[in-house]
C-alpha cells in the first residue's frame, strides 16, 4: 500500500499488519472516498484560478471555455463520488 493510503488505513483501525476488530471498514471506504473528492476540489480551485488568470491576461474565449469545462466536470465527478457512494451532505 502507498503512504496515503496506509494513512487512511490506520485511521480506520489497520494496525499495519493485519486488520484488527477494531478495524472499520465503512470508515476506511468513507476515508478513501473522501480523499478523492479532494482531488476534485484541488482541480476546480485550479481551473477557478486559471480562468482569473485568462480573465486578467484578456485571452481566448476557448482558453476560458476549456477552464471552465474542467471546473465543471470536476464538480460533476465530486458529486457523483458523493452519490455513489452515499456521502451526500
Known amino acids: 500500500m502507498n503512504e496515503r493510503i496506509q494513512e487512511l488505513a490506520k485511521q480506520a483501525g489497520y494496525n499495519g499488519h493485519y486488520a ?3 478495524f472499520d471498514v465503512d470508515e476506511f471506504a468513507r476515508l478513501l472516498v473522501l480523499e ?3 482531488f ?3 482541480v ?4 477557478e484560478i486559471a480562468m482569473e488568470q ?4 484578456k485571452t481566448s474565449d476557448r482558453l476560458m471555455m476549456l477552464h471552465d469545462g ?3 466536470g470536476a464538480q460533476m465527478s465530486k458529486n ?4 455513489h457512494f452515499g456521502l451526500e451532505e
Open 70 to 72: 474542467t471546473r465543471n
Open 80 to 83: 457523483r463520488f458523493k452519490k
Open 44 to 47: 476546480i480551485k485550479e481551473s
Open 20 to 22: 484488527t476488530e477494531e
Open 36 to 38: 478523492c473528492v479532494k
Open 54 to 57: 485568462c480573465k486578467m491576461v
Open 40 to 42: 476534485c476540489d484541488e
